[in-house]
């Protein structure tokens, strides 16, 4: 049922569960390649026993060492080969270059039916299921099943396209409600989107705003940050289109990344359906003496996957590891490692793994808070994506790989597959980010937090120190608290940029927010609410 679908990810399309798919890391598909299954061990699929070999060999690790940048830059229309990269650098490239990426070649964002401002008839629809069918010919219109027998075309949908315009428009009442409360009429209302799609969300927004707060809308600056070139263009005919001037609009071809403007003045920025694309890294911890390890992969000049493990040297996924360990934040890792005599028992056993199994962390996204707290000091933050996935490939806080063949949507079992082709997207631990983010925000002005600042673990009033005794005295004093910016402060008393962030539910936020009146079906169920369970919110 497309039901269970949309409830869970937005990108996943019915399945055919008899169709089966082989595919090469190496070469594109074929409609003469062989359909028989390979018996010898899959080079895609490479072993998945969680074990650990050292067994890399001297070719491979000569391979120079290259960044998704570097092959962003070289214009090859080809994947590369004989190189070694980051999983990070590899996801990256896989999912943004701009010559084969993902974004690039093939992905398409379903549109719902009507005018720039219409969308279902939500309050035409009998129940669920009706509206569930509605979606089904809305993806075979836009030409979900195309003629290839191979990967193609993928036709994927968001909640900003589904619901639209009310997703938009309960999105904008919330960002207005804050502005209205805070600095109206003595700041500008500046609005930074980041990956806007089609600039469905920033056209609902502005035309909210056009017609519901003229007097905000005069004082509106909306300005898209957009990494794929296509798309920029498509959001700015498409905003031009409706009014929208250049007085009003922005748009950006650019990476978050690769941002260095500095925004002083109060903003909000808004991540919908993002970061859940943001490339992670992946470690793995000695079973002894828990030692992490950084995973790389290696492409033969065959264009195959070789994936190893070595010592933590990046510079990113230290400074990511250092932070968890001052948040108080644990690895992920099994029971039976967590004990160091149970870790030698283990250890012992025989054909025991001396690695623990695959753990994600997302190290783009602490790139992001960075660049937040760098360019935009006076800035608040509503972040919405997936907080869990089903079909995800083995690991702790592990993606969905995945690819569409004649519309069916096709997980896979394995992160390494040809770049380009497969969608891959992770899951967001929004608590754990909501920490993380805090803190970065509340280093002093100027400060950079770097792997080394944070050696020490954090200060607490509950716990022994040797330091002085004035520090847990005035552990809960402003000194600790994100400090007020040219003395305006909220309605609840709190300095602009103190308040603390908090987690929502995808219903609570959009039952705060939202007109539910207008996306009820004629049963009284509410697919906006019912919908994306598994969709948190960070504001």
Known sequence: MLRASLGRARRYCWRRRNLKAYFSSSLPWSDNAPRKPNHEKDKINYNPDISFSADVSDEHLSYPRVTANELANIGDNAPPKRVRMLVRDFIEDALYNPHYGYFSKQATILTAPGEENEGFDFNGFKDSAHFESAVANRYMECGSVTETEGPGRQIWHTPTELFKPWYGQAIAQCLVSEYLLKYFP????????????NGTLALNILDYLRVQFPEVYDRTLYTIIEISEPLARIQRERLRRAGHTKRTVHVHHRSIFAWTQTERAPCYVLAAEVVDNFAHDVVRYDVR?????????????????IPYYTR???????????????????????????????RRIYASLPFAPNLS??????????????????????????????????????????PVVQTSIRGTMIPCQTLFVRQGYFDILFPTAFEPLRDMYEYILEQPAG????????????????????????????????????????????????AVGERKSSVYSHAEFMGTYANLRKTQLRNGENPMLDFYQNVQVLF
Do not use: C
């Open 312 to 342: 933590v040297t990046d510079p990113l996924v230290s400074l990511f590891l250092s932070l968890r360990r001052r948040l108080h934040h644990e690895p992920a890792l099994p029971w039976h490692l967590r004990s160091a005599a149970l």
């Open 186 to 197: 003595y700041e500008d209302f500046k609005i930074y989107e980041l990956g806007a799609g």
């Open 289 to 305: 003496t828990l030692g992490p390890f950084q995973g790389e992969v290696a492409v033969d000049d065959a264009g195959e996957f």
């Open 357 to 398: 199994p695959p753990e994600y962390i997302p190290t783009r996204m602490l790139s992001f808070l960075r660049v937040l707290r760098l360019y935009f000091p006076l800035h608040r933050l509503l972040l919405t994506d997936f907080s869990s996935l089903p079909d995800a490939i083995s690991g702790t806080n592990a």
């Open 447 to 494: 400060i950079v937090v770097e792997a080394d600042d944070l050696d020490h673990p954090r200060v607490s009033p509950l716990i022994p120190s040797s330091s002085s005794l004035s520090l847990g005295m005035h552990f809960f004093s402003p000194s600790n608290r994100r400090p007020p910016h040219d003395g305006i402060s909220s309605a609840s008393g709190l």
